[in-house]
Each structure stands twice: as C-alpha cells, then as structure tokens.
C-alpha cells in the first residue's frame, strides 16, 4: 500500500482519491482551504500554503510519502527535486511539474527544444512589454498568464485599445508569484482536441482516444470522445505527445492540447495530470477513466491497453452567484434521464462561473456525438446552484 501526497485538492483531486481509495491507497489531500473536494474523501488532509516553501516542506516532512501528486499549479515546485533526491517519486517527475506549472518552461522545451509547430509567441513582464509582444506576433492575439489554471486570466486582444485591460487581467488571474504572460499570434484552428497521453515506467505509451471540447472565457464548457481527426493529424499529435511527454520523464497521466489547422496540428499546452475536459472518461467512454490511467501508471500497475467502449459527453454545471453554503435544485430531473449521469463535487462555496459538477451523457460508438453533446448540455441545464 502506497502513502501518496495530493498537492490540490479540487474536483480532479477528488476523482483520484476515489480511485486510490478502490484499490487500497492512503491519500492525503493537502489545499489552501478547508473542506476541499478530495479532503471528503481522503484518509487525511492539510490546509496550507503551497507556495510557502517551509510549509510545504514541514508537510511532506510530516508525513514522508512514497509518492507527490502534484494537482493545481500554486506549488513551490522547485522544492520537488530536493524531495525526489529523498526517495519520494514525484509525479510524472520533479522535471514534469517545474516544466508544466510554468508556460513558459513547456513552451520553449516544445518549440525550441523539441522543434514542435507552435503559435508564435513573447513573452512580457509589463503593460509595455506586452504591448511590443502584440505588435511583433499581430493582432488578433491571446494573452495568459505564464501560471493559471482553466483559463483564469486569459483573453484575446481584438484591438490596441484591449492591450493594457488584457494585462490587467492576465496579472489578476495568475497563480504563484510570477507576474509575467505570455502572447501567442491566433492560430486559424477547426478545432481543439485533448490528447490524454499515458507514460508507464516499464511499458511503452499510451493513449486515450482524442477527446473534442469547446471554451467559455477561457474554460471549458464541454468536452466529448472521440473528437474527429483525420489519421494524419492523430498520428502527428501522437508524435508530438510521445516527444514531450519522453523529454519530461516519468509516469502518469498528460493532458496534451493540441490545435487542428488547415496546415497541421499546432502544441497548445500541456498539463502532467488528469485532465478537466478529460473528465467526459467518467461517463464510461474507457475501459480505464483517466483517473484510473493516472494511478494505475504512477503505481507502475501494467496497463496493457486503452479501449474505446461508448461515444461521450461531459457538460459543465456552473454557478451564478456567491454563496457560502450553495445548495442544488434539479437532481431528481438529471437522475431520470437515460444514459446520463452526473457529479456534484461539493465545493463548499460558490461564486459566479465557478465550476461545481458536471452532467455526464454516453451512447453507443455508432451514435454521432453531436447528439451525446447536446443531451449533456441539457442535462446541465436542469440542475441550478442555488445561494
């Protein structure tokens, strides 16, 4: 039995708890505040700073791991490699997180390490840096901060006049202590899809079928499995996962963006953990969902492969107000729908747009996913978070 650290504690978190709990794991959920998702159901938890290195370092001291499961961004990670030199398997690896909590570490290991098609993009540590970004990558543009999570921060620069607001808000979404952005030139895309990508530490790698989602203010709204794309486009995807993911080092679970264009497949992004548009697996798409596949690879359990068993959909349940003890209408009316489930992650506050379950929708492989999305986006509808 392993004794593994949850670094985030959020809906994601909470999954992976409940897939260690299956087979016999001790978690101990650690988070800024208290009553976090994957604390419900952890053996322990700890409410901390992350960013405060001697707190982070008082925990992991405390209760000596054998594994470091890195969930948000908010982490002091360079501390990882003095942990890893303890014996503690960080995961992917202390490398993998440093690289991937920070845009601009995976960004230039894609682009100008690696040599994967990526938009063009700067780099800018103020308003008048960001300007002369804009300028030389053209407008439109997008803007986000170099640390952030589910589009906190991002926006994309129409005009001129959107430069110093796009700062601000960039500034104000970031996560950590680094006040630095970056902007990319807009990419032409069709589409985005999520290439969920398993490294094992004794067998070769993974992958999931592509899964398709669509964005609100940054975020996304609903994802679904399989997305289309042509063979030459996954086989190029697939690639370049293998060769990022090869460069980090490590095994677990990779969120890998990618952007579909007239002209090939674009890097977008990259995180070293389950992914949110990846939660449409929990509608039973897989033979393994990819909280499973996480675990299952860190654990060094041999995965032997990933089958597509359903086409399926996962659309967001949002809140719309503050509440400090928010409560739901429209259980029962999503609990009745055929082929549909769904997840309240118990947060235990709410504010406008936060993020606060997800409908979940699957139908046979031959039925057009069209269909399972917009069943999903209705089943959302039907529950409201109420103040």
Request: glycine share 6%.
């Given at each position: 039995?392993?004794?593994?650290?949850?670094?985030?504690?959020?809906?994601?978190?909470?999954?992976?708890?409940?897939?260690?709990?299956?087979?016999?794991?001790?978690?101990?959920?650690?988070?800024?505040?208290?009553?976090?998702?994957?604390?419900?159901?952890?053996?322990?938890?700890?409410?901390?700073?992350?960013?405060?290195?001697?707190?982070?370092?008082?925990?992991?001291?405390?209760?000596?791991?054998?594994?470091?499961?890195?969930?948000?961004?908010?982490?002091?990670?360079?501390?990882f490699y003095d942990y890893e030199k303890q014996g503690i398997t960080v995961v992917p690896s202390a490398k993998a997180a440093n690289f991937t909590m920070n845009r601009k570490a995976i960004r230039d290991l894609a682009a100008k390490e690696?040599?994967?098609?990526?938009?063009?993009?700067?780099?800018?540590?103020?308003?008048?840096?960001?300007?002369?970004?804009?300028?030389?990558?053209?407008?439109?543009?997008?803007?986000?901060?170099?640390?952030?999570?589910?589009?906190?921060?991002?926006?994309?620069?129409?005009?001129?006049?959107?430069?110093?607001?796009?700062?601000?808000?960039?500034?104000?979404?970031?996560?950590?202590?680094?006040?630095?952005?970056?902007?990319?030139?807009?990419?032409?895309?069709?589409?985005?899809?999520?290439?969920?990508?398993?490294?094992?530490?004794?067998?070769?790698?993974?992958?999931?079928?592509?899964?398709?989602?669509?964005?609100?203010?940054?975020?996304?709204?609903?994802?679904?499995?399989p997305a289309r794309i042509s063979d030459k486009d996954l086989y190029e995807a697939q690639d370049m996962a293998e060769k990022v993911t090869e460069a980090l080092g490590g095994a677990g679970l990779f969120g890998v963006e990618f952007f579909?264009?007239?002209?090939?497949?674009?890097?977008?992004?990259?995180?070293?953990?389950?992914?949110?548009?990846?939660?449409?697996?929990?509608?039973?798409?897989?033979?393994?969902?990819?909280?499973?596949?996480?675990?299952?690879?860190?654990?060094?359990?041999?995965?032997?492969?990933?089958?597509?068993?359903?086409?399926?959909?996962?659309?967001?349940?949002?809140?719309?107000?503050?509440?400090?003890?928010?409560?739901?209408?429209?259980?029962?009316?999503?609990?009745?729908?055929?082929?549909?489930?769904?997840?309240?992650?118990?947060?235990?506050?709410?504010?406008?747009?936060?993020?606060?379950?997800?409908?979940?929708?699957?139908?046979?492989?031959?039925?057009?996913?069209?269909?399972?999305?917009?069943?999903?986006?209705?089943?959302?509808?039907?529950?409201?978070?109420?103040?």
């Amino acid at each position: 039995m392993a004794k593994i650290l949850l670094l985030g504690s959020g809906e994601l978190g909470k999954e992976f708890v409940i897939a260690a709990q299956r087979i016999g794991q001790t978690v101990i959920a650690v988070d800024s505040y208290e009553n976090a998702p994957a604390m419900q159901v952890a053996h322990a938890f700890e409410v901390i700073n992350m960013l405060d290195s001697d707190a982070l370092d008082k925990v992991v001291a405390k209760h000596n791991p054998d594994f470091i499961v890195p969930e948000i961004e908010a982490i002091r990670t360079e501390r990882f490699y003095d942990y890893e030199k303890q014996g503690i398997t960080v995961v992917p690896s202390a490398k993998a997180a440093n690289f991937t909590m920070n845009r601009k570490a995976i960004r230039d290991l894609a682009a100008k390490e690696l040599g994967l098609k990526t938009a063009e993009y700067r780099y800018a540590t103020t308003a008048q840096e960001l300007r002369k970004g804009v300028l030389e990558v053209g407008i439109p543009c997008v803007v986000k901060p170099l640390m952030s999570s589910s589009g906190k921060g991002q926006s994309t620069i129409k005009t001129e006049a959107d430069i110093e607001k796009a700062w601000e808000y960039a500034v104000a979404g970031s996560r950590g202590d680094v006040v630095e952005v970056i902007v990319e030139a807009f990419v032409k895309f069709n589409s985005e899809i999520t290439l969920l990508t398993v490294t094992q530490n004794n067998n070769r790698t993974l992958f999931c079928a592509p899964i398709g989602h669509r964005q609100e203010r940054g975020d996304y709204h609903e994802s679904w499995q399989p997305a289309r794309i042509s063979d030459k486009d996954l086989y190029e995807a697939q690639d370049m996962a293998e060769k990022v993911t090869e460069a980090l080092g490590g095994a677990g679970l990779f969120g890998v963006e990618f952007f579909l264009a007239d002209d090939g497949v674009y890097f977008s992004e990259l995180s070293p953990r389950p992914h949110d548009t990846g939660m449409v697996t929990l509608a039973g798409t897989q033979n393994f969902n990819e909280f499973e596949l996480h675990l299952r690879a860190i654990l060094s359990l041999p995965i032997a492969e990933i089958t597509l068993e359903k086409t399926g959909a996962s659309a967001v349940i949002l809140a719309s107000e503050n509440s400090a003890n928010p409560t739901y209408t429209g259980i029962e009316k999503i609990a009745a729908l055929a082929k549909t489930d769904f997840r309240i992650f118990g947060k235990p506050s709410s504010r406008p747009y936060r993020r606060m379950g997800v409908a979940l929708t699957n139908d046979s492989l031959e039925t057009p996913v069209e269909e399972v999305v917009e069943r999903a986006v209705k089943a959302a509808d039907l529950v409201t978070v109420n103040s």
